[in-house]
């Protein structure tokens, strides 16, 4: 079941208009595509709000409701107060159900702590990406893809053409040739940091200074 936007129609245009909007704690979009005319809309600030921490908002497919009329949406675009923890404006996408589309959706990097790499190897993971651009049809786009990194090793690397993809779903880059088949994440030696090191040089020093002082008495 789609996420359900409540929008009102908006005649009021302009930074003005757009500004008497805010300080009720509404906020200005608009939706466009799918061959018809744009609409500019009014939200509710505090809607967006408890939205904006669920993934699946900048991902999935919207049902925006403007005055009891439904349509099936894609947020496009979203424009937050440089400082203030309220949205500005927001862009939303037309779509039809037998066009492809392509979006972005995020990952999530499941068993590294498990792998031989992590438990036997001092490895950690480096992530290159933490989302991936896709091409499905609105029906066939998934809430995030799964990473499995429970057997990666040191030295080992996670391609885009790794990743396990859903029926009816494809790798936007990959379509593009094996060139574009970029790293996902990789497994490295976790490095000593310099606190590290001197800690453990001053550990060794009073280790040296204690042996000396056991053997000149």
């Known amino acids: 079941m789609s996420l359900e936007i409540i929008a009102t129609k908006r005649d009021d245009m302009g930074k003005g208009a757009s500004r008497r909007l805010r300080h009720t704690q509404q906020l200005p979009a608009i939706v466009y595509g799918g061959g018809k005319d744009a609409i500019s809309i009014t939200l509710q600030q505090k809607d967006i709000q408890h939205e904006l921490p669920n993934e699946d908002f900048y991902s999935q497919v919207l049902s925006l409701n403007i ?99 859903p029926e009816g779903v494809e790798v936007l880059a990959l379509k593009q040739g094996e060139e574009h088949d970029t790293a996902v994440c990789s497994m490295h030696v976790r490095k000593v940091s310099e606190e590290e090191e001197s800690d453990e040089a001053g550990t060794e020093v009073a280790d040296d200074t204690e042996g000396s002082e056991e053997s000149d008495s």
Do not use: W
Request: include cysteine.
């Open 67 to 165: 005055e009891g009329q439904k349509e099936d949406v894609l947020l496009r675009d979203i424009q937050h107060h440089p400082y203030k923890q309220e949205v500005m404006h927001m862009d939303f996408v037309r779509i039809k159900q037998n066009e492809v589309l392509h979006v972005t959706i995020p990952l999530h990097f499941n068993g590294a702590e498990d792998s031989p790499g992590a438990k036997q190897e001092g490895g950690v993971v480096r992530h290159v990406i933490n989302e991936v651009e896709l091409a499905c049809l609105p029906k066939n786009i998934p809430q995030h893809i799964e990473v499995d990194l429970s057997a990666m090793h040191v030295g080992d690397i996670v391609h885009l053409s790794d990743l396990n993809m």
